[in-house]
DNA sequence: ACTTGTTGGTTGTGCATACAAGTTAGGCAT
DNA sequence: ATGCCTAACTTGTATGCACAACCAACAAGT
C-alpha cells in the first residue's frame, strides 16, 4: 500500500478492488476484522473504520457474530443520480410530452426522474421542494407555479444554490432570482399566428386569452404587435378573457350562443390553446352554419394530438414540448458538469399551417 | 440517561433532542467531543461514533479545527418516503391519468413519486430496477414491460422481496410470481364491447387487437366469449391483429384502401383503442361514403380524451385511468404498514354509449 | 501595517486492550 | 439418534492513550 493516504481509506480502496475484480462477489464473506488486521498489521479499530464506511456506502453488511458480506451487486456503482422535476400539472395537455424529453435524455445519461406535482399551490411546491432537499438530488427542474405571483418558496430555492444543486427554471423563472431558465417565446408565438391570420387578409380578427397565466399574457402581448405592426386597429370587444375555473363553465354547449355571438363580426380568431379550440369547433359544429375556414378561420397554439384529433385540423402556432423537455435535460447536464453557470434559453415556436385557416371571404 | 441503549446511542438521542427543541438550530456549533465526553464521562471515542453517524444522517457536519455544527434544518424531519413507479411510456395516452392519480394519493401522504419508463423495452426495466436498488424507496409500482413473456429482471424483483420493499405491479403481473398486482378486467371490456353491439342487432362484427399486448388478448378473448355467448358465429377473416410496429403504417392514409376493405362487409366494428378508433376515422372520413354510425358502428377502449376530440363521439368501454392510480397507491400505502401481505385487485370497466354506435340497419 | 510564530483548542488518524453479544459447529450426555 | 452445551469465532461496545492536521487569535518582530 501507499504511504500517504490514510490507512482505512487504503483498507476501503483494497476491499473495493476485490469486489470490483469479482475476487469477491454478492453474499460472500469477506476475511474478518482480526484477520485484516494481522494481515495488514494494523489495529482492529482501524480495520473497522474502513469497513464502517462501506457499510454506510452500501457496498458491505455485517451481521454480528456471523461477520461481513458483499452486497448484492447492485450498489456496486455507488452513485445516486437523481434529479428532481416539479410541474404545475402531470398528465395534462402538454406537460406529458415535456416529462418524456426529459426522461429521455437523463436515463440515456444514467440518470433517473424523482417526480413532483404542485398543481399551481404555493403549499404543494413548498412540500416538493422540501421532500428534494430531504433526498440526494443532483440538479432541479421546475416548471414555475403561478409565475406572475411573488414566490414565497424562494428561501428553499436559495438552499438548494447554497448546496451546489442546480436549479433550472422552465416557462419563466421567478421574479428576481438569477437562476437558470428555459422558455418558449409565447409573444412571437402570439404574433406568428395574428400575423399569419392578417397575410390571409383577415382584418377583424378575435381573440381568447386565458388571465391567471403568464403565457395568455404573452400570447396576447404577440397578437396586439402584430396589430399594431400592420396598422390595424384593435377592439377590445373582440378579446375574450378566461380563467381556469372558466373552463368547465364558459365552453360548453349550453353557453353556446354568447361564445359565437362574441365573434359573430369577425373573419377568424386567434385561440389561446387547443384544447379550448375543440371545444369551440364542437360548439360551431352544434350551432351550424359557421363552416371552417370558410367563413371563419381559427388559429390556436400548442400543436398537441388535439389539434389534429376533429375533422377540422387546427393550424397551429407548434410548442417544442418533447424538444423543450429534451433541451431542459441537456442543459441540466451542463450545469451539473460546468459549475454555478447561470443560462438562459430561449425557444423559438414554429406555425403550422393545416386547414383551419383561409384566405378571407365575401 | 437510560442504562439498556448503547451510551453512543443515548448521545445521539441527546444531540437531536436539542436540535429539536431548538436549543441548537442551523449552524450552530455543538460541544467539543472532549467537553461531551467530560460531562457525560464517558470516552472521546464513544462521542465521535455518535457524532459519526449523525454526520452520516446529514444532521451535523464536521470540520477539522473548527468543530462540529447543526446542518440546515430541512434534514431534521428525517424521513425519506419514496415511491417508485415505473410505467412502459410516459405522457402517452392514458398513462399520465395513472399517474397523476398515484401522485394524487402518494402526495397527500407525505409520499413522493421517483420515476421510470421502460419504453417497453426490458433493458431499460432493468436500468429501473437496478436505479431504485440503489435509491432508498419504500415501495415500487410497475406497469409490466411485455407482460406476456418471461421476464429476465426476475431476480431484480425478488431482490425487493428480500428488502421487504412491497411491489405492486399494475395491467397484470409477470408469470410465476406471486406478487400482488392490481388490473382491469379487459375480458370483461371486450365482452362489453362486443354485447353492446350484438344488443343493437349486428351480427357481423369486425375486430382490429393489438397482438404484442396481453390487453389485446383480453379483450378478444372477450370479444370471442360475447359471439358464443349469443351464438354468432366468429369469421376469423373479421379480426385484424397489428403491433407496435404497425402503428405507424398500417393505420395511415396511404394504406386506407385496405383497412376500409377489411370492413366492408361488416355492419359494426371493435377497435383496440381510440388512437386506433380515431384513425379509422379519419380514414373513412377521407374516403366517404361511410357514415358513423348509420353505416358502420364503432366500439373502443379507455375513454380518453380522444374518445370525444372529432365530430363522431365514440362509444367507449371506459379505462378507470386516475381512479386506477388511485387504487394503487392506497393500496401500496397499504402493503407498506401490513406487512408483505398478496393483494389482487381487479377492476370492472364501464360502457360509455355515446354515438358513434346504432342499431344496425338495412 | 504586515508578516510570522506561538499557543491552545478543535477534529483526524491510529494503536492496544477488554468485555459483551450473536453464530456456528462439534462434542457430550441422554 | 436426539438434544443440549460449550468452545471458538464473529462483530459490537467501550476505554485510554498518543500524535497529526487544522484553525483562530494573539503576540512579537519586521
Redesign the interface.
Known amino acids: 500500500m501507499g504511504q500517504d493516504k490514510p490507512k482505512y481509506q487504503q483498507l476501503k480502496e483494497y476491499l473495493i478492488e476485490l469486489i470490483d475484480s469479482n475476487e469477491l462477489t454478492k453474499g460472500n464473506r469477506i476475511p474478518s476484522e482480526n484477520e485484516l488486521a494481522g494481515r495488514f498489521n494494523i489495529s482492529r479499530h482501524t480495520v473497522r473504520r474502513g469497513i464502517s464506511e462501506l457499510v454506510?456506502e452500501?457496498v458491505l453488511t455485517t451481521t454480528q457474530g456471523k461477520g461481513t458480506f458483499v452486497n448484492?451487486g447492485?450498489?456496486n456503482?455507488r452513485?445516486?443520480l437523481?434529479i428532481g422535476?416539479i410541474t404545475t400539472?402531470?398528465?395534462?395537455y402538454i406537460?406529458?410530452?415535456?416529462?418524456?424529453g426529459i426522461?429521455q435524455v437523463l436515463?440515456e445519461n444514467g440518470y433517473?426522474?424523482?417526480?413532483?406535482?404542485t398543481n399551481n399551490q404555493f403549499e404543494?411546491e413548498r412540500?416538493?421542494l422540501?421532500?428534494?432537499?430531504?433526498?440526494d438530488i443532483k440538479g432541479l427542474i421546475v416548471e414555475t407555479t403561478k409565475s406572475a405571483l411573488p414566490n414565497p418558496n424562494f428561501e428553499l430555492y436559495e438552499?438548494f444554490k447554497?448546496r451546489n444543486i442546480p436549479v433550472l427554471f422552465m416557462h419563466g423563472s421567478y421574479k428576481g432570482c438569477s437562476a437558470s431558465s428555459i422558455y418558449v417565446d409565447d409573444v412571437e408565438a402570439g404574433y406568428l399566428a395574428t400575423k399569419h391570420l392578417i397575410e390571409l387578409g383577415h382584418k377583424k380578427i378575435a381573440g381568447i386569452f386565458k388571465i391567471d397565466d403568464i403565457q395568455g399574457h404573452a400570447r396576447f402581448e404577440g397578437f396586439c404587435k402584430a396589430h399594431k405592426e400592420f396598422g390595424i386597429a384593435l377592439n377590445d370587444n373582440r378579446v375574450l378573457w378566461f380563467d381556469t375555473n372558466d373552463l368547465k363553465y364558459k365552453f360548453s354547449m349550453q353557453s353556446g350562443e354568447i361564445i359565437i355571438e362574441f365573434f359573430e363580426d369577425c373573419t377568424s380568431l386567434v385561440c389561446y390553446n387547443e384544447q379550448i379550440g375543440?371545444k369551440l369547433i364542437d360548439i360551431i359544429?352544434g350551432k351550424g352554419g359557421i363552416i371552417i375556414p370558410n367563413r371563419l378561420s381559427l388559429v390556436s397554439f400548442d400543436d398537441s394530438?388535439?389539434a389534429v384529433?376533429?375533422?377540422v385540423k387546427m393550424t397551429t402556432v407548434a410548442h417544442p414540448k418533447?424538444k423543450l423537455g429534451i433541451e431542459a435535460a441537456n442543459l441540466m447536464l451542463k450545469m451539473i458538469t460546468e459549475n454555478q453557470e447561470v443560462f438562459k434559453v430561449k425557444m423559438t415556436p414554429e406555425l403550422v399551417i393545416r386547414n383551419s385557416t383561409g384566405p378571407v371571404t365575401g
Open positions: 454506510n452500501g448484492q447492485f450498489r456503482n452513485q445516486n437523481i422535476v400539472y402531470i398528465g395534462d406537460f406529458p410530452s415535456i416529462i418524456r426522461d436515463s433517473s426522474i424523482a417526480l413532483g406535482c404543494k412540500q416538493c422540501e421532500n428534494f432537499l430531504n433526498q438552499e447554497k375543440l359544429r394530438d388535439l384529433a376533429s375533422e418533447e
